[in-house]
């Protein structure tokens, strides 16, 4: 990881914090069973089976090999369910790839959360709550943050 950006003192805080909590921090991907999400959808909503986009033999293969890697770490398990949404592989700027999945049209139908995930700098910051310049219309104020 690069750090030159930082100041000397912020960056020896940083990677002291790092090496202090290493055992949460893995090369590997993986999952958590710590919490479970639900997804909703509007009322009414179709299922939506979207076909795979086309690839050439050796995309192909870079997709399977990754799926394969997410089976192995149970990041994924084979499913039967009616939905699906294509595989689109990104380049990045290492020349390696991102595996992504096109879920634009699962989106649009998904129900949005009424509290957005907190942003990683707050989470940082723990305990970051700041009052919002404005009011809501029943004259409350409103306070942003991870706990509120």
């Known amino acids: 990881m690069k750090l030159d950006n930082l100041p000397s003192s912020k960056r020896t805080e940083l990677e002291s914090v790092l090496n202090e909590f290493k055992s949460c921090f893995d090369e590997k991907s993986g999952k958590t069973t710590l919490i479970s999400h639900t997804i ?3 009322p009414g909503t179709r299922t939506i089976k979207l076909p795979p986009y086309r690839v050439n033999p050796t995309k192909a293969e870079a997709i399977k090999t990754e799926l394969d890697n997410m089976l192995e770490l149970g990041v ?3 499913s039967n ?3 699906a949404a294509p ?3 990104i380049p990045k700027p290492d020349n390696t790839i991102r595996f992504c999945i096109d879920y634009r049209r699962h ?3 998904t129900v949005r959360d009424a509290f957005p995930m907190p942003r990683i700098d707050d ?3 723990k305990g970051w ?3 919002i310049s404005n009011q809501d219309r029943f004259g ?3 306070l942003a943050g991870p706990f509120g």
């Open 123 to 125: 989470l940082i910051d």
């Open 81 to 83: 369910s009616p939905c």
């Open 40 to 42: 909703s959808v509007h």
């Open 129 to 131: 709550k700041r009052e």
């Open 107 to 109: 989106n649009a139908v």
């Open 140 to 142: 409350k104020r409103l």
């Open 76 to 78: 994924i398990e084979p």
């Open 87 to 89: 595989v689109v592989l």
